[in-house]
């Protein structure tokens, strides 16, 4: 009877608990404000959660919606989707749910004149809270600060946690991203042009000192993040072009952080500039965290984007 007792307690405790999270996440999710536009310097950027608005912004794509410069004609990101869009969870195993943080509310606010939150509470399969922040810097930047809570590791049983981003780009001249790095054949370091000529192949490019072997099953469908090139890089950010634009994606950090690529991501004339984070022997409860910045302006050249990289301080 004692034993009987407890138990009823316990799952009378956990429904209780579980109604909670529930109904917070929902009241949350009705005060998204999707979308909000800010304007700082050259550059005005439309940020989304997971809903859809307008004519042709498609739900399920969060990030940056849109991003404008007056020197750039038209949207830098396919307007159905978006940039520094937050789609896969994954753990090496076959994704039942193949775009979880896609398919789950979001809650976007206002912070300041400057600055946007993007918050998603954990997902019922993944279980992987995620907080970014997006702030507009004069004259052409935007900051990146992510933030990852796991809270259970049962999708995530080969030592390590996977977090995919990506930014679907808008019919560029040219699908390549740049970055400084060498080749498998070629220890020289150099600028690489990197081109992938099929989704999924030779779609993924490692810093020069990650020799972490990640596993992922025969069936893995998150391929981006599991088919290699010949290419490694040595400074953590890359770089494409746009008509006389350039748009560049850098990083706090190498550790962890892999570049990924697709010459149709985004449909057959917009390739998708990606990239994922490997977060090893995970552990619940821990903050995980890093820092991007995007830039977004005229092309100058190819040591001018090195100089942005060096120059930031995150």
Do not use: C
């Amino acid at each position: 009877m004692r034993k009987y007792s407890i138990g009823l307690i316990l799952w009378v405790m956990y429904f209780g608990l579980a109604l909670f999270v529930s109904k917070a996440v929902g009241e949350d999710a009705t005060m998204s404000k999707s979308p909000i536009t800010l304007k700082v310097g050259d550059l005005t950027a439309v940020f989304a959660d997971n809903t859809a608005f307008g004519e042709h912004h498609r739900e399920r794509y969060n990030g940056i919606a849109e991003l404008h410069h007056p020197s750039a004609s038209g949207n830098l990101f396919v307007p159905f989707y978006a940039g520094f869009n937050l789609e896969h969870f994954f753990g090496g195993d076959f994704l039942e749910e193949l775009f979880e943080p896609r398919e789950h509310p979001m809650v976007l606010s206002k912070e300041s004149d400057r600055t946007v939150q993007l918050y998603q509470p954990p997902p019922p399969r993944s279980k992987v809270e995620s907080t970014t922040v997006f702030t507009m810097v004069e004259p052409h930047y935007i900051d990146v600060d992510v933030e990852i809570i796991l809270h259970d590791l049962s999708q995530f049983r080969h030592g390590y946690t996977g977090l995919f981003w990506a930014s679907y780009i808008n019919k560029p001249e040219s699908k390549a991203i740049h970055f400084w790095g060498i080749s498998e054949e070629d220890s020289t370091p150099r600028w690489i042009e990197a081109y992938s000529a099929e989704h999924g192949v030779e779609s993924s490019h490692l810093h020069v000192d990650d020799d972490f072997e990640a596993y992922y099953v025969e069936n893995f469908n998150t391929t981006l993040a599991s088919h290699f090139s010949k290419y490694r890089f040595i400074e953590p950010f890359y770089y494409g072009r746009r008509g006389e634009m350039v748009f560049a994606i850098m990083f706090d950090r190498s550790e962890g952080i892999r570049f990924s690529q697709s010459p149709t991501g985004g449909g057959a004339p917009n390739p998708a500039w990606d990239f994922h984070l490997l977060i090893p022997d995970p552990e619940i409860g821990k903050k995980y965290s890093f820092k991007s910045r995007m830039v977004y302006k005229l092309f100058v050249s190819t040591e001018d984007i090195r100089e942005e990289y060096r120059s930031w301080k995150p």
